[in-house]
C-alpha cells in the first residue's frame, strides 16, 4: 500500500474518531405514568396513560410532541371518525416557566362505544426566553366530541417527562418559574437559529468537543509526520543511489 493511501487512511480515521466522541444525546426524557382524572359529561372517570414527550430543535425553537401509550376515558357511544378532537397542556418548569398548548388530528376511525379513547399524538412549539435546563411535564387533557367536551387533569403530580438544556432569548434565568405564565407559548412556526439542545451539564458537553477536537487534532499530526518521514526516507535513498 502506497505512503498515500496510508495517509488518507489514518486521516479519516483521526475524524471518524473525532465525531464519535463528539457526539451526544440531545435530551434527557422519561415515559411517565400519568393518572388523569376526567369529567365527562355522564360524569367522572379515571384512565393511568404512559407519557412520552420528545422535542425537536428547529430554529431558535423546539417542536414538542406528547404520545399517549394507552387510551384515556370513554363514550358511552361510538364515536365516528373526525369526531373526537385533543388538545393538551404541557407544563414548563426549571430555568424557564409558563406552558405550551400542543394539539392533535381528529380520530382517524370509529371508536366503539365504552372503549378507552385512544389519544393522537399532540404538538406544540416551544420558544425558551431563558436559558438553563427546562422540564416539560403532562398536564390537563381536553377531549372534544359530539359538541361535549372533556377534561382531564393529572391527579398523581407526574414528574418531568423530558428535560432539555436551552439557550433562551433573554439570556440566563433562575429560578423555577414553573407557573407564572412567562416563558414557553405556543405558536406556528419556528424563528430564528439556535444550539442544539444538550444533556446534562453544559460543561460536559464542552469537554467532549474539546476531547473530540483533540483527537482530530492528535491524528492529523500523525499524518503530517508519516508524510514527512516518507518523503525524507526517499530522499535518503535517492542520495544513497
Known amino acids: 500500500m ?3 493511501k496510508r495517509t488518507t487512511l489514518a486521516l479519516a480515521a483521526a475524524v471518524a474518531g473525532s465525531v464519535v466522541l463528539i457526539a451526544a444525546p440531545a435530551a434527557q ?3 411517565v405514568d400519568v393518572n388523569y382524572q376526567c369529567k365527562t359529561p355522564i360524569g367522572n372517570k379515571g384512565a393511568v396513560s404512559p407519557i412520552d414527550i420528545k422535542a425537536v430543535k428547529g430554529g431558535s425553537g423546539y417542536t414538542l410532541t406528547m404520545s399517549f401509550q394507552k387510551g384515556v376515558s370513554s363514550s358511552p357511544v361510538e364515536l365516528g371518525k373526525g369526531a373526537m378532537k385533543p388538545s393538551a397542556v404541557i407544563k414548563v418548569g426549571g430555568a424557564d416557566g409558563g406552558t405550551v398548548a400542543v394539539a392533535g388530528p381528529a380520530n382517524s376511525e370509529a371508536i ?3 372503549t378507552p379513547i385512544k389519544i393522537s399524538d399532540l404538538s406544540g412549539t416551544y420558544t ?9 411535564t403532562a398536564s390537563v387533557l381536553t377531549i372534544k366530541a359530539l359538541g361535549t367536551t372533556t377534561t382531564c387533569t393529572p391527579s398523581n403530580s407526574p414528574k418531568p417527562s423530558l428535560e432539555l438544556d436551552v439557550k433562551g432569548s433573554g439570556g440566563s434565568g433562575g429560578g423555577d418559574g414553573g407557573s407564572d405564565g412567562s416563558g414557553g407559548t405556543s ?3 419556528p424563528a430564528g437559529s439556535g444550539e442544539l439542545p444538550k444533556t446534562g451539564p453544559l460543561d460536559s458537553a464542552a469537554a467532549l468537543g474539546a476531547l473530540g477536537g483533540t483527537v482530530l487534532l492528535s491524528g492529523a499530526a500523525g499524518v503530517l509526520w508519516l508524510t514527512r518521514r516518507n518523503q525524507r526516507t526517499g530522499q535518503t535513498q535517492r542520495s544513497a543511489g
Open 2 to 4: 502506497s505512503y498515500q
Open 29 to 31: 426524557a422519561d415515559v
Open 112 to 114: 366503539p362505544a365504552n
Open 128 to 136: 425558551p426566553k431563558k436559558s438553563g435546563k427546562v422540564t416539560f
Open 187 to 189: 405558536q406556528s412556526g
